[in-house]
């Protein structure tokens, strides 16, 4: 079955401390990996994708992740957080042409302490 | 250059209506993608449509059903609303080409009473 979970419905960091979130996948086939934010009541916003290459990607916003093929996962990074980040935070898996369904896991929201 | 558009922002309906939501997508953009995103939950996959032909369906009942125009703008109809269809509707436009990315709209929030 095609499914993502990301194990923490709820996460709170302080302002500039480091952040990790993750995201565990199954996927049939090679995976097209990304995470999305949301922030609220607004529609997501691509921070980054993985298809293949180098499994450290950059993103947007001082956002990166790593793809672990041996572990299914796609952890999302920030190695200081600020107030801004506070959002929802979606991993998503697809297929490679892009032909096909987004399937997103249940979402993490960060909150953020001064 | 314009993002994906989202028409209207917000609606209110009553169990058994009928609703119309619409769907501009990026410039350039000939696939549109429909997702209903109920509240705390993650995006869930309700169709894609190309060259004005649904491609894919996710998991959703025949009262879900859309269009694509010749423009690649979209619809999307929901018939017989139930309070359970309650949720924010996002579009995401993309290439059916290539390694292109979806881009979603901001959504529509449905609320049926």
């Known amino acids: 079955a095609q499914s993502v979970t990301q194990p923490d419905i709820h996460i709170t960091v302080s302002e500039g401390a480091s952040l990790e979130l993750r995201c565990n996948y199954s996927?049939?086939?090679?995976?097209?990996l990304f995470w999305y934010v949301q922030s609220p009541g607004q529609g997501l916003q691509l921070l980054l994708k993985?298809?293949?290459?180098?499994?450290l990607v950059q993103g947007i916003k001082g956002f990166e992740a790593e793809f672990k093929r041996s572990q299914s996962s796609f952890n999302l990074r920030k190695p200081s957080v600020h107030w801004s980040d506070a959002a929802e935070y979606f991993c998503a898996v697809g297929p490679y042409n892009q032909g096909g369904k987004l399937i997103f896991g249940q979402g993490t929201e960060l909150s953020v302490k001064p | 250059d314009a993002g994906v558009t989202q028409s209207p922002t917000h609606l209110i309906k009553t169990r058994g209506q009928q609703v119309t939501l619409r769907c501009s997508p990026k410039s350039g953009h000939d696939t549109v993608s429909w997702y209903q995103q109920a509240l705390g939950q993650g995006p869930q996959f309700i169709f894609q449509?190309?060259?004005?032909?649904?491609?894919q369906r996710g998991n959703f009942p025949d009262r879900f059903s859309g269009h694509q125009f010749p423009n690649y703008s979209s619809e999307l109809n929901v018939n017989a609303l139930l309070l359970g269809d309650s949720a924010l509707y996002l579009c995401?436009?993309?290439?059916?080409?290539?390694?292109?990315?979806?881009?979603f709209g901001p959504g529509t929030r449905l609320t049926v009473l």
């Open positions: 996927y049939g086939a090679t995976p097209y």
């Open positions: 449509y190309y060259e004005e032909e649904e491609r």
């Open positions: 993985y298809f293949s290459g180098d499994t």
């Open positions: 995401a436009s993309s290439l059916a080409q290539g390694t292109d990315t979806q881009y």
